[in-house]
């Protein structure tokens, strides 16, 4: 076993503790990583919290770094020690089944392995994220992080950004497209990127019109705060698609009456649980939709895309030390626009 030293939550406090951490001895295709920056996304505080399925006790978050390899099995050969890589929220699959087959491994019908809260497929332990000082994957699940791409603000393109940019492609956003994303936080700042560099029209949809500027200066056209009856009737019918990424239970209706003929509401908020009128998607025959992260196509395709353009997310940078300051301003939406955790004071 490999020790090293991490963040670990209990009793779904978000006042992490630190401590030692045992990381496996590498396999013939595994990289070991140096984690370097880790970004601090809602997901982990709604795994902290225990809403989404994953141990909540001994749970060490994190699903977006970056890092530097520093040792490699005996059978890989596309990494070397030294090289900088990046980690997003899977670290293993089947890689037989359709979805795998695909590209798709986020959707893996085994079950993708997630970086923290997982089951290894080999040894059947419970994974544990990238707050922590090493990680150990499988070398196929690791990218190399494009040089020109600052390695702190690229870590979360590796979670948010690639959450925004496979439903963006899915959906063939381009020039002329009129997009919306709801709730700008940590995902939806870079969508509006993403779909501003794509080329398409983007508006903001939040609950405060304080964000205004801010939505500007990212590239959106304009922002429609939804608790404002009047600003929303004037938006109806007006969006080809819609990203949400509210991290809140919400009333989908709304949304759906902004999407015009054949628009498409993509959920990608957690908790998802909701009821939704058919009637809502039958007048315009509106689609509603989902997705998780993004399989290793998309996300090579993202990483290539954000080097070109210059894509990296705006973020404020922590110690790691103060990990628990930053799961409790995001809780309070006190962040612009995402936190991301440097790891040296782990050393
Ligand atoms: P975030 O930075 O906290 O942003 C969420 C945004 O939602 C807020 O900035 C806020 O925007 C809006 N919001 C509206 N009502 C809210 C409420 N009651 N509480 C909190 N936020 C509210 O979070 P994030 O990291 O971008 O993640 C967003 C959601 O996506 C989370 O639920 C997360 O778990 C989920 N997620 C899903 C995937 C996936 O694969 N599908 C991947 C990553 C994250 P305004 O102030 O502008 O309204
Ligand atoms: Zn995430």
């Known amino acids: 076993m490999r020790t090293t030293t991490g963040w670990q939550s209990t009793g779904n406090s978000t006042d992490l503790r630190q401590v030692a951490i045992e990381r496996r001895e590498l396999r013939d295709d595994d990289l070991a990583v140096r984690v ?55 670290v293993d699959s089947c890689g037989e089944c359709a979805m795998c087959r695909a590209g798709q491994e986020n959707f893996c019908y085994q079950g993708a392995v997630t970086t923290y809260g997982g089951t290894d497929r080999v040894d059947g332990t419970v994974t544990r994220g990238g707050y922590s000082r090493e990680y150990v994957l499988r070398d196929k699940f690791a990218y190399r992080l494009p040089a020109g791409l600052d390695p702190a603000a690229a870590a979360p393109l590796m979670c948010a950004g690639i959450t925004m940019w496979e439903p963006l492609r899915e959906a063939g956003v381009g020039p002329g497209s009129k997009v919306a994303v709801a709730g700008l936080g940590g995902l939806g700042h870079l969508g509006v ?29 304009d922002l429609v705060v939804t608790g404002d009856d009047e600003q929303m009737k004037r938006a109806f019918g007006r969006f080809d698609l819609i990203l949400d990424t509210i991290a809140a239970v919400h009333d989908f209706t709304p949304l759906l009456r902004l999407l015009g003929l054949q628009g498409t509401l993509s959920v990608l908020g957690a908790p998802l649980e909701t009821s939704v009128r058919i009637m809502e998607l039958t007048f315009g025959r509106k689609n509603l939709t989902s997705s998780g992260t993004g399989g290793t196509r998309h996300t090579a395709e993202l990483l290539s895309f954000c080097a ?40």
């Open 36 to 90: 370097d920056y880790c970004g601090v996304c809602h997901s982990d505080l709604h795994a902290i919290h225990g809403l989404v399925g994953k141990p909540t006790d001994g749970l060490v978050p994190g699903h977006e770094f970056t890092g530097t390899v520093t040792a490699v099995g005996s059978a890989v050969t596309g990494f070397a020690p030294g090289d900088p890589v990046a980690v997003g929220t899977i």
């Open 193 to 221: 990127k993403l779909a501003v560099a794509l080329g398409a029209e983007v508006t903001v949809l939040s609950r405060t019109a304080e964000k205004e500027a801010g939505a500007l200066a990212l590239g959106a056209t």
């Open 308 to 347: 070109e353009r210059g894509i990296t997310a705006d973020i404020e940078l922590l110690p790691s030390a103060r990990v628990g300051e930053a799961l409790s301003r995001l809780e309070k939406g006190d962040v612009r626009y995402r936190f991301v955790l440097d790891l040296a004071d782990l050393d």
